[in-house]
């Protein structure tokens, strides 16, 4: 078992800067694929980001490519969303998600463990 907390949503400009943070805590994070989703009002929840157990491969969705980044600390059991260029189409609540596997997927069904979700509001 692992259990996810995110932070560092809030309130930002269009063209600001937001770092999301996951803490993992349990089981060693770095057995675990890590991802960030989102899901904004009324849609449903879409992949953003996710990370390989080393941190060697990384993908993005198309949406955000060049724009964010993840990252991640093992020894700190910690992954990163570095979030640049934002614009109002990127507000939604941002999930953290854990796959206990080696391959790096996109879907939601693949991953085991959720957060409980933080608040990314980009007023234009």
């Known amino acids: 078992q692992v259990q996810l907390v995110e932070s560092g949503g809030g309130l930002v400009q269009a063209g600001g800067s937001l770092r999301l943070s996951c803490a993992a805590s349990?089981?060693?994070?770095?057995?675990?694929?890590m991802a960030w989703f989102r899901q904004a009002p009324g849609k449903g929840r879409e992949f953003v980001a996710a990370i390989s157990r080393s941190g060697s491969n990384t993908y993005y969705a198309d949406s955000v490519k060049g724009r964010f980044t993840i990252s991640r600390d093992n020894a700190r059991n910690t992954v990163y969303l570095q979030m640049n260029g934002l614009k109002p189409e990127d507000t939604a609540v941002y999930y953290c998600a854990a796959r206990d596997g080696v391959s790096v997927l996109t879907n939601t069904y693949h991953y085991n463990y959720w957060g409980q979700g933080t608040q990314v509001t980009v007023s234009s």
């Open positions: 349990g089981r060693t994070n770095s057995r675990y694929v």
